[in-house]
Structure formats: structure tokens, C-alpha cells
């Protein structure tokens, strides 16, 4: 079975830091570009990074460059998203999303089951 898993979720400070991970099982990532996605109450799902299969390539919405860095591991079959200097609006349950080698905003085939993460004080 073919599955994405993100874990790292929860309750944060603002300025504190989370690191989510995005496991996949059932496939390897090596030909896969990984994109994280977030999505608040009442609003629409946003991307939030991606990188590429290589790693080579990365991308960033810019309501989160200079604070958040993706990276990937594949020989863990693992995707990071190192998230610092969280504020109240990074609020939203954030998801993983798997398509072929290179980034892009549409196209991905495996989602994730979504991990939520919480800036308050």
C-alpha cells in the first residue's frame, strides 16, 4: 500500500520551532518531488514548500522564506520541513504531497493524512 505519513505536529509558542517529517511506505521517494501544503479554517489549502526529487530544487511561498527549510533524506524515505520563528497565521493542519521528479503547484498523486500544527500562547 502505497502511503505518505507526516508526523511533528502540535502546540507551539510563537517563535518557537517545529520540524514535521513526511514517511512514505510502499514506494521509494528517489523519483518523487515532495510538496508541503497547508491548510487554515476557513480557507483555502496553500502550498508551502517543495523539493525535487534530487533535492536540488526547493521552493518557498514567501509568507515562509527565511523561516522554514524543506530537506530530504533518501535513504530514509523521508522529507523534512524544519519550521522556525512560528507565528500565530502558520496555524493550519499541514499535508505532504508526492509527484514526479520535479515541483510544481498540481499534479500529486499521494497525500498525506495531514499533521496539525498550532502556534499560541
Known amino acids: 500500500q502505497l502511503q505518505l505519513v507526516e508526523s511533528g505536529g502540535g502546540l507551539v509558542q510563537p517563535g518557537g520551532s517545529l520540524r514535521l517529517s513526511c514517511a512514505a511506505s510502499?514506494?521509494?521517494?528517489?523519483?518523487?518531488?515532495i510538496g508541503w501544503f497547508r491548510q487554515a479554517p476557513g480557507k483555502e489549502r496553500e502550498g508551502v514548500s517543495c523539493?525535487?526529487?534530487?533535492?536540488?530544487?526547493?521552493n518557498y511561498a514567501d509568507s515562509v522564506k527565511g523561516r522554514f527549510t524543506i530537506s530530504r533524506d533518501n535513504a530514509k524515505n523521508t522529507v523534512y520541513l524544519q519550521m522556525n520563528s512560528l507565528k500565530p497565521e502558520d496555524t493550519a493542519v499541514y499535508y505532504c504531497?508526492?509527484?514526479?521528479?520535479?515541483?510544481?503547484?498540481?499534479?500529486?498523486?499521494?497525500w498525506g493524512q495531514g499533521t496539525q500544527v498550532t502556534v499560541s500562547s
Open positions: 523539493i525535487s526529487n534530487s533535492g536540488g530544487s526547493t
Open positions: 504531497a508526492a509527484r514526479s521528479y520535479y515541483c510544481s503547484s498540481h499534479g500529486y498523486n499521494y
Open positions: 510502499g514506494f521509494t521517494l528517489d523519483y518523487y518531488a
